[in-house]
């Protein structure tokens, strides 16, 4: 066995405090886990934005914040 090469990429943090969870979709609402990303890009101001799709629409969305019900 080898050592890992650094190869993969860098983790980066999602966009909710659930590790698995990237948002939600804006239209359904579905949670919308890691394994539905799409594309992972830097915006013009440094933040990360990501791409999904939805597979209750079956369409590409941008995962939205999930909020606390209490807020």
């Excluded at 999602?14 to 579905?30: Q, W």
Aim: hydrophobic share 25%; glycine share 8%; aromatic share 6%.
């Amino acid at each position: 066995m080898t050592e890992e090469s650094g190869t993969h990429a860098p983790f980066l943090s999602p966009m909710t405090n659930n590790p698995l969870s990237l948002g939600h979709c804006p239209t359904c609402n579905r949670e919308i886990s890691q394994a539905w990303k799409l594309i992972e890009y830097e915006r013009a101001d440094g933040d990360i934005g990501v791409f999904a799709e939805c597979p209750t629409c079956d369409e590409v969305i941008k995962p939205q914040e999930n909020k606390n019900k209490g807020d």
